[in-house]
């Protein structure tokens, strides 16, 4: 019963793909399809679209499934090969308390790995309880503070910029000062960043939030699932 749960959620993720992204619908299972427009979430007529209910739950699906490949590819620093699957089964699984803790760690991002927009949550919205964010914009960082370059958003001029920096995920680097420029170090080497490149680079700060990284983990069962297995 789950399994097919799955596929009908499946089947609602590429109607809407279809509908906002150009993804080509093809081979519609035919009961899926009719199991979907009995939960009154998509209408059949001139091709299939969807019903408001059904716009709302395929939108969350597409938000899940992306915030789930950051997740596993900034955090948890799996390579995009592995990513498809595990996030594949996250969309279906992950609780509304849990999405908007993995959502606020990350730092409400607007793009997946493969720089597909996120729907918004109401977390992002809202941009209040920010308690166990981990991960920031580097223009919110202070003097002082240190992290890991995770990934970078923005149009093609900014990620060759960034690229021509050298200032590539993984890279440890330090804030310097943030007034009258923004300057980091990175290694022997200082950098002076305007505004738009240092907002583009989002990063994984270290230590000094570390009190508040554990009040997330104890929150978000995915953490403690993690440990558990560590442990055994
Ligand atoms: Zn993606
Ligand atoms: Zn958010």
New binding site residues.
Partial sequence: MRERREDAENLLKEIWLSLHENFELKDVDESLKEYLIKEGLVKAGNGLTLTEEGEKRARKIIRLHRLAERLLNDILGMGESQIEESACRFEHIISDEVE?AI??L?G??TVCPHGSSIP????????EREVGRIIFRLSELSPGDEGVIKYVVGGKDLSDKVVSFGLLPGERLKVIRVFPSFIIQIGNTQFALDKDLAAAIFVLKHENNRKNDTKVEEKTGFFRRRKRFRGK
């Fill in positions: 908007e959502c606020t990350l409400h991002p918004p949550g109401d977390c992002c919205v809202k941009g």
